[in-house]
Structures are given as structure tokens and as C-alpha cells.
């Protein structure tokens, strides 16, 4: 009956509405408990199921933008936890981001069109600190920047020499890297150092998110005046506030 009042109704209602019909205006974030139901649901159940519970919420009012900040991503991030509580195996946890990527995969359509865009603003790089394993905040993030109108390079897996090589051929308005463990900082910083003495755009942007943004906010200008972002739309805002005070590329 849970199933049912929760899920398949909800589905239905979505499936069959006409087109005028009109959602309701808004409901909470979800909670912790409906973040854990989801983790629950895309280790022990086909991805089918997960994209209606998802449903169900977006048919309550919930907005794409809270799913993939205030549900998804804090779905991933409760994965890992079980796994280092010992609550999950490391299948389950593959098995289920597995499965949120495919949630972010079939939302992104709806996502990237909810905000009108015009012409590309720019390229920026979304990459992993160098020895980072979670890479689903940055698959995040690069769907907002797409929505923003950013031209998004985002690579789960590069080497340093890689990402040099990209912003000395290539102007790129910003690198953008996830960072979840601040024992990180030493590897990223020599990094970042290399990244804006090769770039081609002489004011390269540097942005750091993810789980240890906050920790490593005080570390900022030890890390190369790096901006450390909270979360995805803070980080688009940023950087469009950004751009519109400085003058115009020459040379570009």
C-alpha cells in the first residue's frame, strides 16, 4: 500500500495529466529519511523504481533544480557512507551511482531545458583533484553550467599532464574541481600552480567544490585564489557575476 500511495499513483498521475494541468506550487526539500529511502532503492531495486519515487516527489511540487542538489547528491554522498559503515558492499555502491548516473541522465533533457540559452558564454572544465574517486557532485554541477549556457568539458578521469595540455591549447574561462578529502590539497595545489602558469587565458577561474569546499575555503589563496563554491547554482552565479565586471577577452 506504501508502494502504491507513494509511487505508482503518483506515476499514473504524472503519465496521464493534460498538458495544462499545473503541478503544485512547491513542497520541502526532501529529508534525510526520503534521501536514505532513495540510496535504499537504487542498491536493492531496478532503476525503474528509483525514477518513480523521483517522479512522485517532482508530482508533490518538488523542482528539478532541489532533486539534483537536495536529493541526488546527497543520495551518492549517503552511499559512501554506508559503504564506510560497513552497512553496504562496494558492489552496492557501484550498483547504485550506477543508477543515480542514470537518473541524472534521463532528468538532464528536462533539466537543461527548463532555462532558455543562447549562444555558448564560454568553455569550463569540471575534473576530479588529483587522486579523487567521486565524481558524481561534478556530473551535477555540469548540468547546471550546461543550463547556463557553458560549453562543459567534464572528465571523471584525466591526468595532470591532460588537463595542462587543455588550458594551454584551449581558452577556457574556468577549471573546476571536486575535492572530497582536504588531505588532497598539496596534489591539487601544485596543480592549480601549473594550470595558471600554462593557461591561455591569463585570468583563468579555479573553482573547488564538493565535500571539503568549506574546509578548504580557508586555504584559498595557499591553493592558488581558488573560489570555493558551497554547491552547483552558488557556482554558475559566481561566475556569471564574475565575467559581467571584468572587460572583455582580447585576443580571444
Keep these: ?66 532533486i539534483f542538489v537536495d536529493l541526488l547528491g546527497p543520495a551518492a554522498r549517503m552511499l559512501g557512507e554506508l559503504w564506510m559503515e560497513d552497512l553496504c558492499s562496494f558492489a552496492d555502491v557501484t550498483v547504485g551511482l550506477s543508477r543515480l548516473h542514470q537518473l541524472v541522465h534521463d532528468l538532464s533533457p528536462s533539466f537543461v531545458g527548463g532555462k532558455r540559452t543562447g549562444p555558448n558564454l564560454g568553455t569550463v572544465i569540471l575534473a576530479p583533484a588529483p587522486g579523487e574517486q567521486h565524481t558524481f557532485g561534478m556530473l551535477i554541477a555540469s548540468e547546471f553550467f550546461r543550463r547556463a549556457g557553458w560549453a562543459v568539458r567534464a572528465v571523471t578521469s584525466v ?42 587565458n591569463p585570468d583563468l577561474i579555479v573553482m573547488i567544490g564538493g565535500a571539503s569546499a568549506e574546509e578548504l575555503r580557508t586555504r584559498s589563496r595557499e591553493l592558488g585564489e581558488v573560489v570555493c563554491m558551497a554547491n552547483a547554482q552558488e557556482a554558475v552565479d559566481f561566475l556569471e557575476q564574475h565575467l559581467e565586471q571584468r572587460p572583455k577577452e582580447v585576443g580571444r
Aim: charged share 20%.
Design 1 to 66: 500500500m506504501r508502494m502504491i500511495e507513494t509511487q505508482i499513483i503518483p506515476r499514473l498521475m504524472l503519465s496521464h495529466r493534460s498538458p495544462a494541468a499545473s503541478l503544485p506550487a512547491s513542497r520541502p526539500p526532501p529529508s534525510t529519511d526520503e534521501v536514505g529511502e532513495l540510496a535504499r532503492l537504487v542498491i536493492a531495486h531496478p532503476a525503474s523504481t528509483a525514477r518513480a519515487y523521483v517522479d512522485a516527489m517532482r508530482g508533490q511540487g518538488l523542482s528539478l533544480d532541489s
Design 159 to 200: 591526468h595532470s599532464a591532460d588537463l595542462v595540455d587543455l588550458v594551454s591549447n584551449e581558452w577556457v574561462q574556468m577549471v573546476g574541481f571536486s575535492v572530497s578529502n582536504p588531505k588532497l590539497a598539496d596534489a591539487l595545489r601544485v596543480l592549480i600552480h601549473t594550470l595558471r602558469n600554462v593557461s591561455k
